[in-house]
């Protein structure tokens, strides 16, 4: 189940400056919007501890926090998940740019051959990826994968070409251009 920060706002009676503090104590991004059932639970964790006693100000949330979820946990967690998730963005730009080929002018293609080749499109993909996620954008890769192939209708036994050898050489379409 998910969450928003207002569903969550609600629920625990908490105003935006007690939420954003609340949720950085248990080692949460205060630009976070949606939250998982295990993000719910950690916060009313936090907030039985402050109600009990046992915290009486967000250092001790976040010292308790860091405790028992160490950081380096999460952190290595966090980047095996971007990893796979810019592998993967990749991956879907590749096969898009696959199908792109064969519908768009070869000068493209060629330009986009070399982006590949030289890895510029890795490299805008990582930092297209770092920039969301500090933006506190909540990506769900199955999601854009999913949304991605139900928009090309691209089916598991649909044979792709290889962008970096089909024809570069110019087609009628090329002599138009400047």
């Known amino acids: 189940m998910s ?4 569903q969550l706002q609600k629920e625990f009676s908490l105003d935006d400056a007690d939420f954003k503090e609340t949720i950085k104590a248990i080692g949460l991004r205060s630009s976070k919007k949606n939250f998982t059932q295990k993000e719910r639970n950690r916060i009313e ?19 308790y926090f860091k405790q028992k979820y160490p950081a ?3 952190s290595s967690i966090t980047a095996q998940l971007d990893q796979q998730a810019v592998q993967t ?3 879907l730009g590749e096969r898009q740019a696959q199908i792109m080929s064969q519908v768009i002018p070869q000068v493209t293609v060629k330009r986009l051959a ?46 792709p070409t ?3 050898n089909s024809s570069t050489e110019s087609s009628e379409n090329d002599s138009d251009l400047p």
């Open 3 to 6: 969450y928003t920060k207002d």
């Open 89 to 91: 963005g990749l991956q």
């Open 114 to 159: 070399q982006m590949i080749e030289s890895g510029q499109l890795k490299e805008n993909f990582q930092q297209y990826w770092s920039q969301a996620t500090q933006e506190g954008e909540d990506i769900n890769v199955s999601e854009l994968v999913d949304d991605y192939l139900e928009t090309y209708q691209i089916t598991g036994d649909s044979a």
């Open 162 to 164: 290889n962008l970096l």
């Open 72 to 74: 380096s946990v999460d």
């Open 45 to 63: 964790e936090a907030i039985k501890l402050f109600d009990s006693g046992a915290a009486s100000s967000y250092e001790d949330m976040a010292n």
